[in-house]
């Protein structure tokens, strides 16, 4: 959709905290939590889209950065405001412990999180390439005024977009809580990464994405292991500027 | 264009003259206004909103409206040194923000006309906040920041009640010797891994120092990214190296994110020596307590002994009922740091800022008149307080319990540690 | 109400010279610290965002990372004092020539990318380089770098403790350069080009631009203007640390103050520090001591509406001005 959301970490954070009250409100675990997580984002990135970008769509791309990064601001001290700074965990998730993958620890929270996770990559690929309303929704992105020549409710497709997004948000800050804890500002750090990440893989590849996390993933793992853990971020953004130096649309990205 | 620019001067100037304006002056009585520029908004806000009820309570001491039947506070009850001037209190936010905090003590200086600072809980901004009050000369009370070059700049209006790093390390060497010599254990190898602003990098320098002093190795040393989204690969080079003791220096988000990791990867650590801060936060024993079974920190406060000590006990039943926690160590510090500058006050008679000052130098407040477990309160020639004593607690059953020194302990250590598989 | 017509050319010249007066009279009239402190944050984020303006509003070029040039300044100046006793005015100068050669290096690779991907490459080229210095331990790494004190106030040393006036009309006169230079851009030649680059890279090089020079151009003047920014930053917290000169809060920061005010525009960015500042250090003041966040609740809403009903920036309200 050609806007970044720089709210995204507190979108991420907010999800967090709907998994971490249902928890402690109703002892719903993330693994069962996740779906009500999603909805609730995905009401929040609908909502938002309605209430500013849809106001600011038209304007330059440096008024969206503006508008997403006051909106982050202010998510964050709504947190702060209503709950308070302190770090919350979800303690005694359902899932601990660890399992053996051919010898390699894994966490068992992890390993549910990144099946969850690429479950949610493959019904999102699904859903974009097979679905009508998914390939309405790409033909919108890639050209606005043509998907609404071909009558396209682009309108309709920029919130439904937003609220997918915003969805799968919501089940990555869910399963997130079983291993990370919760307070106003987590979103921050995550969300950089994520930016990242997608640039890497390209802007509009949903598989393209997956393959780019991985690889995200993996080069910090090691250069944590192997140069220094202080540099594994240094290492994943050298990455970065190393692949856009060959490819400037990243790995395989369309626009 | 230009008219809306005119306009826009106008919305600066405007400010600068309200926020330039003079307060309503209290007419009937002295003031004694103090300052207090905390981290109130930002990642580290709960430091200042946690210290905020001691405030109040010591505020209310010192204007005679709550009662502490110790000599000490009944000496500083409405503040007989000024025939009860009343201390007025203004809390200001820095957002942990070098910067924030200088234009904070300035401001606080010039426009609200306090007449002594206690400041700022980070290192990073006591070091500019500090500065302000060295140049305009107002006495400057630190209570909590634990980086040791802050005290070495030569500043005769900067006085530190807190210890700071190097007395903090110094205890876990002193342990690791007696612990030897009681337990029969060898203890040889050290890793330690550290978040990378001034409170980890400085952590650790002495550390080395002392390893290197007293001939242990360290196998592991590793900075790590502060607020980091995964320390898998840092818990992995500790699994590696399987250190005698690992010596973490870490904030809260991060303290509580490597005991999740060390259990998820399964690393067994003989013994954990944590440098206070984020291991001993209250979050960290109230949420992952009870996983970090086992987990030692130096710290200067014993939370465990407040019922032994009826002056810290009192002092807790009253931050209790207002901030609905027990007091742990930071407030503790604070309330200690800002005690001791109203005591100062009270010995000047005045609020002329030399005379604090001299007062300040001339402290000398007993041990047991103290919530912590501290000899005395005096300072020396730097303004360091060299009446400290760190202990070290660990963390059994989910709370924390006094090990060292050995004679005012009130457990066992428990060595070593269980392993993830032994636990229930 | 627009001026009748012989008065507006008047007033166009009238108007900033009043205003000017009224600037280099305002410390006359405020002797107060935080209002000075005020003001010079105004024309320090003025200059800086005036800087981010002549790459990211002329050339186009959305740069997320220009707090490295700021740190560049910082720590260029500070460590020439510490390992050679250089006045701050030569470190200053040496700062701003570092973070122009850094500026081309930095150039060459992200400058073949467009959009987002730019912005993201000038992120990641900031966070590696806070990463370096923080584990830089010469230059004090994480434990950052003290500006030694020097007393009495000297001019040769940069250090002013009895005053703010001389700090003043030091920020003033950088916010004074950065605008001149990008008044002296906008009508010349140069101006042209880094325009047609931002509206259409492609037609821009069809009409003979050369546009990685251009670009290598702009990024170098943008770079050295924010590196005396933080050369002043420096002289005036007398403390810097990794965390305060290089992170990506203060890049998004001064991105932020030019958008406000309106980007690809001489006034915008210094109206945008004109009531960015204010704004955010009013509600601080104010708000900021209960511990609820107010402050930066309130502060976010604000952007959020000002971007919602003004996405053009503040100067864009000029233009409803004459309309009515």
């Given at each position: 959709m050609e806007i970044v959301n720089f709210a995204h970490g507190e979108f991420l954070m907010l999800a967090m905290y709907v998994a971490f009250f249902a928890w402690l409100?109703?002892?719903?675990d993330p693994v069962v939590s996740f779906p009500l997580a999603a909805l609730v984002l995905a009401g929040l990135g609908w909502a938002t889209y309605h209430g500013i970008i849809r106001w600011v769509l038209g304007g330059p791309m440096l008024a969206q950065i503006f508008a997403t990064f006051g909106l982050a601001v202010f998510l964050r001290s709504a947190a702060q405001f209503l709950w308070g700074v302190d770090f919350r965990v979800v303690s005694a998730p359902l899932l601990g412990g660890r399992a053996s993958l051919g010898g390699v620890f894994v966490g068992l929270p992890q390993l549910t999180a990144s099946v969850a996770a690429l479950g949610a990559f493959v019904a999102l690929h699904l859903f974009l390439a097979r679905s009508e309303t998914g390939l309405a929704l790409q033909a919108t992105a890639q050209d606005r005024q043509a998907a609404a020549l071909m009558g396209i409710d682009t309108e309709r497709m920029f919130a439904l977009g937003w609220a997918i997004g915003a969805g799968c948000v919501g089940v990555a800050g869910a399963l997130l809580t079983m291993f990370f804890y919760v307070f106003p500002d987590v979103g921050a750090a995550f969300a950089l990464l994520a930016y990242v990440t997608v640039a890497l893989g390209g802007f509009g590849n949903v598989p393209a994405t997956l393959l780019a996390g991985v690889i995200v993933g993996l080069v910090e793992a090691l250069a944590g292991l192997l140069i220094a853990p202080a540099l594994k971020y240094a290492v994943v953004f050298l990455l970065y500027l190393g692949v856009v130096l060959w490819r400037p649309q990243g790995l395989f990205g369309r626009f | 264009m230009i008219r809306l620019i005119a306009a826009l001067f106008v919305l600066p100037v405007a400010l600068a003259t309200t926020l330039a304006a003079p307060l309503?002056?209290?007419?009937q009585s002295q003031e004694i206004v103090i300052g207090l520029a905390y981290p109130?908004?930002?990642?580290?806000?709960q430091a200042g909103i946690d210290d905020k009820p001691v405030f109040e309570i010591a505020a209310e001491i010192a204007n005679g409206t709550l009662d502490l039947p110790f000599p000490f506070y009944q000496r500083l009850k409405g503040m007989p040194g000024l025939k009860g001037a009343k201390v007025r209190l203004i809390i200001s936010d820095h957002q942990t923000k070098p910067e924030l905090g200088q234009a904070e003590a300035e401001r606080l200086i010039t426009?609200?006309?306090?007449?002594?600072l206690v400041c700022c809980w980070a290192s990073s901004v006591t070091a500019t906040a500090s500065q302000v009050a060295e140049r305009y000369g107002i006495p400057f009370v630190n209570a909590?920041?634990?980086?040791?070059g802050l005290t070495a700049r030569?500043?005769?209006w900067l006085f530190r009640t807190s210890p700071h790093d190097e007395h903090f390390t110094q205890v876990m060497f002193d342990f690791f010797r007696d612990f030897q010599k009681r337990r029969g254990v060898k203890i040889r190898t050290l890793g330690l891994t550290y978040e990378d602003t001034l409170f980890g990098s400085d952590s650790a320098r002495v550390q080395r120092e002392l390893a290197r002093k007293y001939g242990y190795e360290v196998v592991v040393d590793l900075a790590y990214r502060q607020?980091?989204?995964?320390l898998q690969a840092e818990v992995q080079r500790l699994k590696a190296a399987n250190p005698d003791v690992w010596m973490p220096t870490s904030y809260q988000q991060d303290a509580m994110l490597f005991v999740r990791t060390t259990r998820d990867l399964d690393y067994n650590p003989r013994m954990i020596m944590a440098q206070d801060s984020g291991h001993i936060s209250s979050d960290f024993v109230k949420e992952v307590g009870r996983e970090a079974e086992g987990t030692m920190t130096r710290s200067?406060?014993?939370?465990?002994l407040l019922d032994k000590r009826p002056i810290a006990k009192a002092v807790n039943d009253l931050y209790a009922k207002r901030a609905g926690k027990n007091i742990y160590d930071l407030p503790a510090r604070a309330f200690t740091g800002i005690m001791t500058l109203l005591d100062a006050i009270n010995r000047a008679g005045t609020t002329d800022p030399e005379a604090i000052r001299k007062a300040l130098v001339a402290t000398n407040i007993p041990?047991?008149?103290?919530?912590?477990?501290?000899?005395h309160i005096r300072f020396d020639a730097t303004g360091q307080n060299i009446g400290v004593r760190a202990i070290i607690q660990q963390l059994q059953g989910g709370k924390y319990y006094t090990v060292y020194p050995f004679e005012i302990a009130t457990r066992d250590v428990i060595y070593p540690i269980p392993a993830w598989k032994d636990r229930k | 109400m627009a001026a009748a017509g012989p008065l507006r050319p008047f007033l166009a010249r009238a108007v900033p010279l009043l205003l000017l007066g009224a600037v280099a009279a305002f410390p006359l009239v405020f002797t107060k610290p935080f209002p000075r402190h005020l003001m010079i944050m105004i024309f320090l984020y003025g200059a800086l965002a005036t800087a981010w303006n002549i790459l990211?509003?002329?050339?186009?070029?959305?740069?997320?990372?220009h707090a490295v040039f700021f740190g560049i300044g910082a720590y260029t100046s500070t460590l020439l004092i510490r390992?050679?006793?250089?006045?701050p005015w030569l470190g200053m100068l040496a700062g701003a020539a570092i973070a122009v050669v850094g500026s081309q290096l930095i150039g060459y690779p992200v400058f073949r990318l467009r959009g987002h991907y730019f912005a993201i490459a000038t992120i990641a080229v900031g966070e590696i380089i806070q990463a370096l210095v923080i584990n830089w331990d010469w230059a004090g790494g994480a434990r950052g770098l003290f500006v030694p004190i020097k007393r009495p106030d000297s001019f040769v040393n940069f250090q002013?403790?009895?005053?703010k006036a001389v700090y003043y009309f030091i920020a003033l006169g950088l916010l004074l350069l950065a605008l001149g230079v990008t008044r002296w851009i906008e009508g010349s030649r140069r101006g042209y080009f880094f325009r047609a680059i931002r509206e259409d890279q492609e037609a821009a090089a069809s009409l003979g631009v050369h546009v990685a020079r251009e670009k290598h151009w702009a990024i170098a003047v943008s770079a050295a203007l924010t590196a005396l920014g933080g050369t002043f930053y420096a002289q005036y917290v007398f403390f810097i640390d990794p965390e305060s000169v290089f992170p990506l809060s203060l890049s998004i920061l001064i991105c932020l103050v030019a958008v406000l005010g309106g980007?690809?525009?001489?006034w915008g960015p210094l109206v945008g520090a004109a009531v960015l500042v204010p704004l955010s250090e009013g509600t601080r003041v104010w708000l900021?001591?209960?511990?609820?966040a107010l402050d930066l609740l309130i502060y976010g809403a604000l952007i959020v509406l000002i971007a919602v009903f003004q996405p053009g920036g503040l100067v864009g309200l000029a233009g409803r001005f004459r309309r009515t």
């Open positions: 409100l109703a002892r719903l | 309503p002056a209290s007419a109130m908004s930002g990642p580290n806000a426009q609200e006309k306090v007449h002594a909590e920041s634990s980086s040791p030569g500043f005769k607020r980091t989204t995964s200067p406060f014993a939370d465990d041990g047991d008149q103290l919530i912590m477990t501290w000899d | 990211a509003g002329y050339c186009g070029q959305i740069s997320l990372g390992e050679a006793a250089l006045s002013f403790h009895e005053s980007v690809g525009t001489l900021g001591g209960g511990g609820k």
